[in-house]
């Protein structure tokens, strides 16, 4: 029912920021009491989650990437965004956007994903 759609550049630049759109339909990012999540996967790595924002507007960030990361929301389109800030090559990955079933609270497990967006950090 919920379908999930990545949208930003495909390329960044060294030391820009980073910065994707998730559109959502057939359910609302405000709706009780889901979280919509930011997660990438690198090139032959695994999953990483980067952060969240929850239902109530509250946002949640990977300790490791939260001094380079930012999520908002724009309720009026349904969507929410990733600002990831001074990006290396390393941040080269597959950006999905998904909905954290929630109920609450963060429970890293996702029933919705959007099929993911390549973006590379290059000169």
């Known amino acids: 029912q919920v379908q999930l759609q990545e949208s930003g550049p495909g390329l960044v630049k060294p030391s820009q920021t980073l910065s994707l759109t998730c559109t959502g339909s057939?359910?609302?990012?405000?709706?009780?009491?889901?979280?919509w999540s930011w997660i990438r996967q690198p090139p032959g790595k695994g999953l990483e989650w980067l952060g969240a924002i929850a239902y109530s507007g509250s946002t949640y960030y990977s300790p490791s990437l939260k001094s380079r990361t930012s999520i908002s929301r724009d309720t009026s389109k349904n969507q929410f965004t990733l600002q990831l800030s001074s990006v290396t090559p390393e941040d080269t990955a597959v950006y999905y956007c998904?909905?954290?079933?929630?109920?609450?609270?963060?429970?890293?497990?996702?029933?919705?994903w959007g099929q993911g967006t390549q973006v590379t950090v290059s000169s």
């Open positions: 998904a909905r954290d079933l929630g109920v609450g609270v963060l429970n890293r497990e996702y029933d919705y």
């Open positions: 057939g359910g609302s990012i405000t709706t009780n009491y889901y979280y």
